[in-house]
Nanobody, 125 residues
Framework: QIHLVESGGGLVHAGDSLRLSCTAS????????IGWFRQVSGIEREFVGT????????YYNESFLGRFIITRENHKNTVYLQLNNVTPDDTGVYFC??????????????????WGQGTQVTVSA
């Protein structure tokens, strides 16, 4: 079992960039593929993208490709989500989650075993 903790959210302006972090203290973190999801109030969590445990393979939801970037630093037990040129539509709670399935594509929340508590991102116009 791993316990994921997100951080880095906050209030930003449209056009800004910010970086979210997902960490865990357990060494096993580095054996899990980590994904990011965004949830807008009242709507199902939207898949952003995922990175393989090694950091060598990534997959993004096309809606976020090119503007959101996932990176991984296993020596820090941390996965990052860089949000660039944000808009008010990017407002929501961002979650990281862990899984050990072989695929990284078109993932849904039910594919993930462990979740963080989420970090709120609010973008003002």
């Amino acid at each position: 079992q791993i316990h994921l903790v997100e951080s880095g959210g906050g209030l930003v302006h449209a056009g800004d960039s910010l970086r979210l972090s997902c960490t865990a203290s357990e060494r096993a973190f580095n054996t899990y593929n980590i994904g990011w999801f965004r949830q807008v109030s009242g709507i199902e969590r939207e898949f952003v993208g995922t990175v393989r445990w090694s950091g060598g393979d990534l997959y993004y939801n096309e809606s976020f490709l090119g503007r959101f970037i996932i990176t991984r630093e296993n020596h820090k037990n941390t996965v990052y989500l860089q949000l660039n040129n944000v808009t008010p539509d990017d407002t929501g709670v961002y979650f990281c989650a862990a899984h050990q399935l072989p695929t990284l594509r078109n993932m849904s929340p039910r594919d993930f075993n462990y979740w963080g508590q989420g970090t709120q991102v609010t973008v003002s116009a």
